[in-house]
């Protein structure tokens, strides 16, 4: 049985080399189902298109797969309240208009 430590280590490998071309971005919120080996995590980032975006992946640790559920368009004044927390990637500098758009 995988732990929460290894699973979220595993969701991280994963997600991080997806996510880091929007840095910086926030984890909102995160659900982890250790029956099924699931993480289920919303993002705050902003886009280059959609700017500030809430968007929701699904992490599957049995099959090592990251899903993407769908993305909400967030105002700039409710992604400021996210801000005051630390990142969950970090950013030197923000390169919005070279992310792949995706």
């Known amino acids: 049985m995988t ?25 909102i919120a995160e659900e982890i189902f250790e029956e099924v080996e699931a993480i289920q995590f919303n993002v705050l980032f902003q886009h280059g ?13 049995f099959n090592n797969t990251l899903y993407h559920k769908g993305q909400l368009e967030v105002a700039e004044d409710e992604a400021v309240d996210h801000m005051e927390a630390d990142p969950y990637i970090e950013a030197t500098v923000t390169d919005i208009p070279n992310s792949y758009g995706g």
Do not use: F
């Open 3 to 27: 732990t929460v430590a290894d699973l979220i280590a595993k969701r991280d490998k994963k997600a991080i080399p997806h996510l880091e071309q929007y840095a910086p971005v926030w984890i």
């Open 49 to 61: 298109t959609h700017g500030w975006v809430n968007r929701r992946y699904r992490y599957d640790g």
